[in-house]
């Protein structure tokens, strides 16, 4: 019996247009902080806040989005958003104050969150369900590819040719992203949208029950994934080991694009369970390996580790959350996966910083190390534990 096929077309699109809606986001994430201290002499402070508002906007936004999604249609939805993204890219061009260009990563991260929202809820429905890990899996490399490759065409960009050329290549890149997401086509049945019956306002109805537990765990862990992505460049001059820091995440998406043909698949044969243990203690593994760095070999073998580890972990995270959701909840779903995972992100990059202030960074990777393993506690009584009580309930019933 031959499986389902995954590579279409609209699959194809939809993981272009994510591919570029992150390439902007990655782009601009290296880039504009260093653009406020040299260009408005800000502070440090307000440097940071360029992506602090992008990420508070858009984790705002996503819960709002699981709604429209329901209500309006997830093409709707998604080419609205992008519309919105590729607009407030033009924007950039224009603001002469610290203040414009927050108002601007306002309106830009209202965007990003409702187009990344649809585009999950959208991928979620063109995948065939007996392939549903292996798909998500192909779907988040859209996001590790353009994490390797935006910060190196933005600071390509500010540091060869300036900050016109910085803002010209972030609108191309957006317009991009709504190109590819015009061409998508989805089936009748997926752009049918079942009359709801209106309710009132509830913070209940901005959220999916279902997926709040993986939510919660894949929260949990981005908190140390923002520590590498704040501080491992950081970390990397302080062992002298500058010059191949821009590898690391270099060799994180190269392990991570040779094991996903395998992963994803034993995640549709397995289940998750199978899959999350070996990669959790990777994962610390990786954070361990890190922590004692003292060449090249061991600061890229740390990222093959985590790439293997981590890398596994979150498309795994969200599938089980689009999974546990009824079929006209999966935009739901999807807005509650990544606004509890940026809001990991956005805690993360505050705390960590923290932290990192009162300690060196290798004891703070060796201490990660040991976090990342409370996780596992986490998913046993979040998800695992529930699964098979729910389990066993259903072979009680049926004898």
């Given at each position: 019996m031959s499986?389902?096929?995954?590579?279409?077309k609209d699959f194809?699109?939809?993981?272009?247009?994510?591919f570029?809606?992150f390439?902007?986001?990655?782009?601009?994430?290296?880039?504009?902080?260093i653009?406020?201290?040299?260009?408005?002499?800000?502070?440090?402070?307000?440097?940071?806040?360029?992506?602090?508002?992008?990420?508070?906007?858009?984790i705002i936004s996503r819960?709002?989005?699981?709604?429209w999604?329901?209500?309006?249609?997830s093409?709707k939805?998604?080419?609205?958003?992008?519309?919105?993204f590729?607009?407030?890219?033009?924007?950039?061009?224009?603001p002469?104050?610290?203040?414009?260009f927050l108002?601007?990563?306002?309106?830009h991260?209202?965007g990003?969150?409702i187009?990344?929202?649809?585009a999950g809820t959208?991928?979620?429905?063109?995948?065939?369900?007996?392939r549903r890990?292996?798909?998500m899996g192909?779907?988040?490399?859209?996001?590790n590819?353009?994490?390797?490759?935006?910060p190196?065409?933005?600071?390509?960009?500010?540091?060869q040719?300036?900050?016109?050329?910085l803002?010209?290549l972030?609108l191309?890149?957006?317009?991009?992203?709504l190109?590819?997401?015009?061409s998508?086509?989805?089936?009748k049945?997926?752009q049918?949208?079942?009359?709801t019956?209106q309710?009132?306002?509830?913070?209940?109805?901005?959220?999916e029950?279902s997926?709040v537990?993986?939510?919660?765990?894949?929260?949990?862990?981005?908190i140390?994934?923002?520590?590498?992505?704040?501080f491992?460049?950081?970390y990397?001059?302080e062992?002298?080991?500058?010059?191949?820091?821009?590898l690391?995440?270099?060799?994180?998406?190269?392990?991570l694009?040779?094991?996903?043909?395998?992963?994803?698949?034993?995640?549709?044969?397995?289940?998750?369970?199978?899959l999350?243990?070996?990669?959790?203690i990777?994962?610390?593994?990786?954070?361990?390996v890190?922590?004692?760095?003292?060449g090249?070999?061991t600061?890229?073998?740390?990222?093959?580790?985590?790439g293997?580890g981590?890398?596994?972990l979150?498309p795994?995270?969200?599938?089980?959350?689009?999974q546990?959701?009824a079929?006209?909840k999966?935009?739901?779903a999807?807005?509650?996966?990544l606004s509890?995972?940026?809001?990991?992100?956005?805690?993360?990059s505050f705390?960590?910083g923290l932290?990192a202030?009162?300690?060196?960074y290798?004891?703070?990777?060796?201490?990660?190390?040991?976090?990342v393993?409370?996780?596992?506690?986490?998913?046993?009584?979040?998800h695992?534990?529930?699964k098979?009580?729910?389990?066993?309930?259903?072979?009680s019933q049926?004898q």
């Open positions: 499986k389902p096929k995954l590579w279409t194809i699109s939809i993981s272009l247009s994510n570029f809606l390439l902007t986001f990655y782009i601009l994430l290296v880039t504009l902080p653009f406020a201290l040299k260009e408005f002499h800000s502070s440090a402070s307000q440097a940071g806040l360029m992506t602090t508002v992008f990420l508070l906007s858009a819960p709002l989005a699981g709604q999604l329901e209500r309006a249609g093409r939805v998604l080419l609205t958003a992008l519309i919105i590729a607009g407030a890219s033009l924007f950039y061009f224009f002469k104050s610290i203040t414009g108002i601007i990563r306002l309106l991260g209202v990003f969150g187009a990344t929202t649809a959208i991928v979620a429905d063109l995948i065939p369900s007996s890990g292996e798909g192909y779907f988040v490399m859209s996001i590819m353009a994490m390797v490759l935006g190196f065409l933005g600071l390509l960009a500010v540091q040719w300036g900050s016109s050329w803002f010209t972030t191309v890149v957006a317009i991009a992203a190109l590819t997401g015009l998508i086509k989805l089936p049945k997926e049918k949208v079942e009359p019956v309710s009132s306002f509830s913070v209940r109805n901005l959220f029950a997926a537990p993986i939510s919660i765990v894949g929260g949990f862990l981005a140390v994934y923002s520590a590498l992505l704040s491992v460049s950081v990397a001059s062992i002298h080991l500058a010059n191949v820091a821009s690391f995440f270099v060799v994180y998406a190269a392990f694009l040779l094991s996903r043909p395998f992963t994803g698949k034993w995640l549709d044969q397995y289940g998750s369970n199978v999350f243990y070996p990669c959790i990777l994962f610390a593994i990786g954070l361990l890190l922590s004692k760095a003292d090249a070999f600061f890229l073998l740390s990222a093959a580790l985590i293997l981590w890398g596994t979150f795994t995270f969200q599938t089980i959350a689009i546990d959701a079929p006209n999966r935009g739901l999807t807005a509650t996966f509890i995972y940026d809001t990991g992100i956005a805690l993360g705390f960590i932290v202030a009162k300690m060196s290798s004891s703070l990777y060796f201490l990660c190390a040991f976090y393993l409370i996780g596992a506690v986490l998913y046993y009584f979040f695992h534990a529930k098979r009580e729910t389990s066993s309930k259903l072979k049926e």
